[in-house]
């Protein structure tokens, strides 16, 4: 659906990149890598987006770095948007509803990240949880999100020995109780 809004892979790429996930940020280069896409493609999206507002820049060891402009008005309704499009919030309404005690769900890997790899990996972070309903709606949601599930339940404990604070800069909240 995100495809027929908006004609530019480039830009779809980075929206995922930038909006996803409010605290990545990268420089061109490191998006040539990440993309498989030439420079200049990349360069004039970045260009757009800045002017817009929608992104900030900034210096960082003699390279330049762009960010999210958390900041913009319509930052957490294209974050939102993306949640969608991505398949996020059908699983979430079903997992919240049915699953049990869930404190905290949050993404991690690549899509924490900003990348469309393929793969949605989920933390979910309960004390109790009905793992044989969630196999069942994640073998529903697949097909439909064109993208594989992976998860892991954690009670409290176990989370904050599997990620302390200092290691949490690689997930993405997506629910909190």
């Given at each position: 659906m995100l495809d027929t809004l908006v004609t530019s892979k480039t830009r779809i790429k980075?929206?995922?990149?930038?909006?996803?996930?409010?605290q990545s940020s990268a420089y061109l280069r490191s998006l040539e890598a990440e993309f498989g896409e030439s420079t200049n493609a990349?360069?004039?999206?970045?260009?757009?987006?800045?002017?817009?507002?929608?992104?900030e820049s900034f210096s960082e060891r003699n390279k330049k770095m762009f960010k999210a402009n958390t900041n913009h008005p319509v930052f957490k309704e294209i974050q939102s948007m993306l949640l969608k499009f991505i398949g996020i919030?059908?699983?979430?309404?079903?997992?919240?509803?049915?699953?049990?005690?869930?404190?905290?769900?949050?993404?991690?890997?690549?899509f924490a990240m900003g990348k469309d790899s393929g793969q949605i990996d989920l933390v979910i972070v309960s004390e109790k949880t009905d793992t044989e309903y969630l196999?069942?709606?994640?073998?529903?949601?697949?097909?439909?999100?064109k993208r594989k599930i992976l998860y892991q339940i954690?009670?409290?404990?176990?989370?904050?020995?599997?990620?302390?604070?200092?290691?949490?800069?690689?997930?993405?909240?997506?629910?909190?109780?």
């Open positions: 980075l929206l995922l990149k930038f909006f996803l996930n409010a990349i360069r004039v999206e970045l260009n757009r987006f800045e002017k817009a507002g929608l992104l919030d059908q699983i979430l309404d079903k997992i919240i509803n049915r699953l049990g005690d869930i404190n905290k769900v949050f993404i991690t890997g690549d196999n069942h709606l994640i073998g529903k949601t697949e097909p439909l999100i954690l009670d409290q404990v176990q989370f904050v020995n599997k990620f302390p604070a200092k290691n949490q800069k690689n997930l993405l909240l997506i629910f909190s109780k």
